[in-house]
């Protein structure tokens, strides 16, 4: 009997995603194991490897398709070989006509289920997938009148493409003078990620209590030891130090000392965490990932400085596996390569707490009785005050600001 491939969940929060591209044709040999399809997630992009070794005998959600996690997506066996039944959309039993069913017909029964019949609409709402909500606006479609092929009749890119296919030609208007001001409309791909980031962030925001305490750094010992350890490590480990490896240690020693802080609220209750895994947000072109550096406490500068630096890049060539993703205790985000000098970061659920890091620049300081020209930078501290008070939050801070300014605790194991 023929494997039917399903979408897998790739992460906790994951509901749906969204095909981008089959690795393989129809009729092609696969072997399992070997990458198969590649879909966008609410987290990033990846590959998903084959579950079963034979000939792809049929694709059942085209590239664009987006589908609810566990939904057969193909199907895998040998040729001349009857394939499994399709899952019923019901929740019943195949009938005996579909048990002896040949492969065309059970497939095409498969993409049925899929594509099951419902109304596109419930409640006076139209049910539409990210992707093809975007290409119609930028297109100017009314997806009132498209009958949805997706789940539950949802409306997916596919429907939309059909619908502008058969839609009547516009009269030629005359072209308009570009305006620079005007930015193209987002892709299908970029709406999608920003649709899951806004979410996110709602929720970040209904459901909890977030407050934020700000304190300057003098980072002036901090710019001296990277200049000195820096191109020693760049010799020996291969790793350039920036001052984001540096914070992130700072944070992960003082969560260390201030437990606390590295907890999160479950049911009616705090629980201590006893793993320290700092995620490191990342900016990407049409949002943004948070790849996890797992045990920071326990591990050396270099080391944590090779992590940022290989999980930054996969997440910028959207290459992270879902388990770089998930986890994270804490964040650090740093906003100061963009000239931002302070800002209040939005925490990331679970989590109880998040750093923001701003700038470094030089500007004039009281030191004792003189004035000297100092290395500083805002540290922003938001924090869940359901998890954690304002004076333990203030005293994890100040530790984060006490390392920095003397950073040679960060070489201490």
């Given at each position: ?187 299908p791909v970029a ?85 320290i895994h700092i ?105 869940d005050h359901r ?27």
């Amino acid at each position: 009997m023929a494997t039917e491939v399903v979408l897998p969940r790739l992460g906790l929060t994951q509901e749906e995603g969204t095909i981008l591209r089959w690795l393989k044709p129809e009729g092609s040999r696969v072997t399992k194991g070997e990458p198969l399809f590649e879909v966008m997630t609410d987290k990033a992009n990846l590959e998903v490897e084959a579950p079963a070794s034979g000939v792809l005998l049929r694709i059942l959600v085209d590239v664009g398709g987006t589908v609810p996690v566990a939904t057969p997506i193909a199907l895998i066996g040998e040729p001349g070989e009857a394939a499994a039944p399709a899952r019923p959309a019901a929740g019943g039993t195949p009938s005996a006509a579909d048990r002896r069913a040949p492969k065309e017909a059970v497939a095409a029964g498969a993409a049925s289920a899929i594509a099951q019949a419902a109304p596109a609409r419930a409640d006076g709402r139209v049910k539409i997938s990210p992707r093809a909500r975007a290409l119609a606006d930028a297109q100017g479609l009314d997806v009132s009148s498209i009958t949805g092929t997706g789940p539950g009749g949802r409306i997916i890119e596919r429907d939309v493409q059909e619908a502008l296919a058969s839609r009547a030609p516009a009269p030629p208007a005359a072209a308009a003078p570009a305006h620079p001001r005007v930015a193209a409309a987002p892709s299908p791909v970029a709406a999608r990620m920003r649709a899951i980031i806004a979410r996110r962030m709602m929720d970040s925001l209904h459901t909890t209590a977030q407050l934020t305490l700000t304190t300057e750094v003098d980072m002036d010992e901090a710019v001296r030891l990277r200049e000195e350890i820096g191109p020693e490590l760049e010799r020996r480990e291969g790793v350039r130090v920036t001052y984001t490896d540096l914070i992130v240690r700072a944070a992960a020693v003082a969560l260390r000392e201030h437990p606390g802080v590295n907890a999160r609220w479950e049911g009616e209750g705090v629980r201590r965490l006893g793993e320290i895994h700092i995620g490191v947000a990342v900016a990407l072109d049409d949002g943004l990932v948070v790849p996890v550096v797992r045990d920071a406490d326990r591990a050396p500068l270099a080391r944590i400085s090779a992590g940022i630096r290989d999980l930054s890049e996969r997440a910028r060539g959207m290459r992270l596996r879902p388990e770089e993703m998930q986890g994270s205790t804490f964040t650090v985000t740093n906003l100061g390569m963009f000239d931002v000098d302070a800002f209040t970061p939005v925490l990331n659920p679970p989590e109880a707490a998040i750093l923001g890091i701003g700038r470094l620049h030089r500007r004039p300081v009281a030191v004792g009785e003189r004035v000297e020209v100092r290395t500083t930078m805002v540290a922003s501290l938001t924090f869940d005050h359901r998890v954690v008070d304002g004076a333990p939050a203030a005293q994890f801070l100040q530790r984060v600001k006490f390392i920095l300014e003397h950073p040679y605790l960060l070489l201490l194991p």
